[in-house]
């Protein structure tokens, strides 16, 4: 049987493509470089994170600014993140010196992220330049925020469900430049269906404006609930644990299958859960999900899930999820703490914790991380920036007694 893990065609001199993202591959890391220590690595690694989600909290003016302006922005780039970052695997920077490719990609990711909030517009409500970067525009304008959200959360989450839980299949198999533009299209298209068919918009919101309702069963409100809370699986399952449980199934079409399936439905399950029986409203549900995904990534990703790894697998793995489930809550204290203290007009608290959690803080790593590559904290061999081996040369664990 072939293995998971074999490589695709490589473009342009890059390295092959592996079968799935190195990032939720069944795989332990090599052994560190000289100078590459948890959890210095890590903490280093926060003076880049922290300015950079410092700048996209506040840069546009404050907090409310910020979140209006650069909240669909920056979540419109996040799928151009996720091509960058796990198809492309830093390409086309990834030809160039340190520095140079994490600047090269980041435009990309900048650009890509303003035509995909225009295409998200069109959609909504029609083309209008002018209020991309107004946080307050005038009456009969509609803004980009909170009206195109839903379709940005739902494109965002697509990407994530094919190249995480689906583990790219069967787009990889094109190559490194156009499977990630594949997906990138792909998941647009899935977005978009689901907010024509499954959002509600409010009446009163699209009055007297060129807004669009589609007139679906959902409110937009319930609908990125969901969508958080599903996101909350797909980090769980395949960041934090590599794959596991469903590493255990040897046939492709079963494991995808079973991981689809829990995930949406463990989703469900969670949005259900603190709505209905906790009586939760589905904006404190989308930060509160949305601070788990960014602990996931502060320990699964930035820390390389430091100090866990020093125990046994299963131990570890308990380890991990409970210091996950530590930095979540601190998380969600601390920037619902700030913003209660805000006088908001046309946003929430709620949304900015969410705003400030995924776009903010979970982007900023999985930039310095995947994209930059940690630079310049540290420089690796082999144009391996992170200091890490390529994936052909990790060590799988799929055997590792638990």
């Known amino acids: ?33 000289q100078g590459r220590v948890q959890p210095l ?9 922290i300015p950079l989600s410092f700048l996209i909290s ?61 295409v998200g517009q069109a959609i909504v409500s029609g083309v209008d330049l002018g209020v991309l970067m107004d946080a307050r525009p005038r009456a009969g304008h509609v803004p980009t925020f909170p009206s195109t959200m839903p379709l940005a959360v739902g494109v965002f ?3 994530l469900q094919l190249t995480l839980v689906s583990e790219g299949w069967p787009l990889r198999g094109l190559g490194r430049f156009r499977s990630g533009l594949a997906a990138v299209v792909l998941c647009y298209v899935v977005g978009t269906a689901g907010y024509l068919l499954l959002v509600d918009v409010d009446d009163a919101a699209a009055a007297g ?21 599903l996101g909350v699986w797909q980090m769980v399952f395949f960041v934090a644990l590599r ?49 788990v995904i960014t602990a996931v990534l502060i320990v699964g990703m930035l820390f390389e899930a430091w100090p866990a790894t020093r125990l046994r697998p299963l131990p570890g ?20 703490a700030y913003a209660r203290g805000v006088g908001w007009q046309h946003a929430t608290p709620d949304e900015w914790v969410t705003f400030a ?27 391996q920036a992170d200091g890490t081996q390529p994936p052909a040369e990790r060590r799988s664990e799929e055997g590792e007694p638990t």
């Open 209 to 229: 404006t060129s807004l669009h309702d589609p007139g679906g069963p959902f409110p937009a409100g319930v609908y990125g609930a969901w969508l958080t809370a």
């Open 1 to 33: 049987m072939p293995s998971r893990t074999a490589s695709r065609p490589a473009y342009r001199g890059a390295a092959p493509l592996p079968a799935q993202p190195a990032l939720s591959a069944p795989e332990t890391a090599s052994a560190p470089a």
């Open 58 to 118: 506040f840069g546009a003016g404050g907090a409310e600014a910020s979140l209006r302006v650069l909240g669909p922005l920056t979540t419109f780039a996040l799928p151009a993140v996720a091509m960058i970052a796990f198809w492309w695997e830093d390409w086309p920077g990834s030809a160039l010196r340190a520095g140079w490719s994490g600047l090269t990609d980041t435009l990309i990711v900048v650009a890509a992220g303003a035509c995909l909030t225009v």
């Open 243 to 291: 794959g596991r449980p469903f590493t255990a199934i040897r046939r492709r079409g079963p494991r995808l299958a079973a991981g689809n399936a829990a995930v949406i439905l463990l989703g469900w399950a969670t949005y259900a859960v603190l709505r209905h029986p906790l009586g939760w409203e589905p904006g404190r549900i989308t930060a509160l999900c949305g601070t």
């Open 157 to 159: 989450t697509a990407i």
């Open 317 to 336: 793995r308990t380890c991990a999820l409970a210091l996950m489930g530590a930095v979540a809550a601190l998380l969600y204290w601390a920037l619902s």
């Open 41 to 49: 690595l890590g903490l280093a690694g926060l003076t880049f994170v």
């Open 357 to 383: 959690a995924l776009n903010g803080i979970g982007a900023g790593i999985i930039l310095h991380v995947a994209i930059w590559r940690r630079w310049p904290v540290i420089t690796g061999p082999a144009g």
